[in-house]
């Protein structure tokens, strides 16, 4: 999946050369000029997976297509759970931790809801991985945590009448359908179609 390419140049010259002075060292050829050293920086570069199959390839940029559209929102999904993760620090009544989970909801709601209303099934069910992915928490589990029990049961409920589910989590690793969106993700950062993320109290996302 991702290939790493590690490129180190050195020519002329050697750890014992370096520590000589100028006057010790062998002159270069006639015409040609003495370079001690080359450094090139690490590059690191996703390759695309094995596509060599039609409906695989055909898949493949599907699920890139519906990914690429997903990814925004699952993004703010994650920006506003680390915010309120990190404005609830140590706050231990409900009444309050739900009071501010609802401001984010009702803020979600007033800048995406008729965006999320064009999501299909398929692109549901990734949002749900993707904020899996961006919190390491299912959906699920964040509902119950800020709205309890009996909202996350409702929206499981609701989530299952359109083929999706809430408690589903995010395997880059034995999915191949998550192995894929892992790719696309990495192929995108890298070409900077989309930005690598940076939570509020959250050093190292990924």
């Known amino acids: 999946m991702r290939a790493l390419f590690i490129i180190s140049l050195s020519l002329l010259g050697s750890a014992s050369v370096f520590g000589q002075t100028d006057s010790n060292k062998t ?42 559209k997903v990814w925004p929102f699952a993004k703010e999904a994650a920006e506003q759970y680390h915010s309120v993760t990190t404005a609830l620090e140590g706050e231990e009544r409900k009444r309050k931790r739900k009071k501010y989970a609802k401001e984010v909801q009702r803020y979600m709601s007033e800048n995406f809801k008729d965006t999320l209303k064009t999501l299909t099934r398929s692109e549901g ?67 900077g179609i989309i930005e690598r993320p940076q939570y509020p109290g959250v050093e190292d996302p990924l």
């Open 125 to 191: 069910v990734i949002l749900v991985k993707l904020v899996n992915r961006e919190t390491g928490r299912t959906t699920h589990e964040i509902i119950k945590e800020y709205r309890g029990g009996m909202s996350a049961a409702v929206w499981q409920g609701m989530a299952k009448l359109y083929d999706n589910n809430l408690k589903q989590e995010y395997d880059p690793v034995n999915t191949r359908d998550d192995i894929w969106i892992e790719n696309i993700l990495n192929r995108a950062f890298e070409a």
């Open 27 to 68: 002159a270069p050829p006639e015409g040609y000029a003495r370079i001690e050293e080359i450094l090139l920086p690490e590059i690191t570069v996703t390759a695309l997976p094995d596509l060599s199959k039609y409906d695989d390839r055909r898949d493949y940029y599907i699920l890139r297509r519906k990914v690429l």
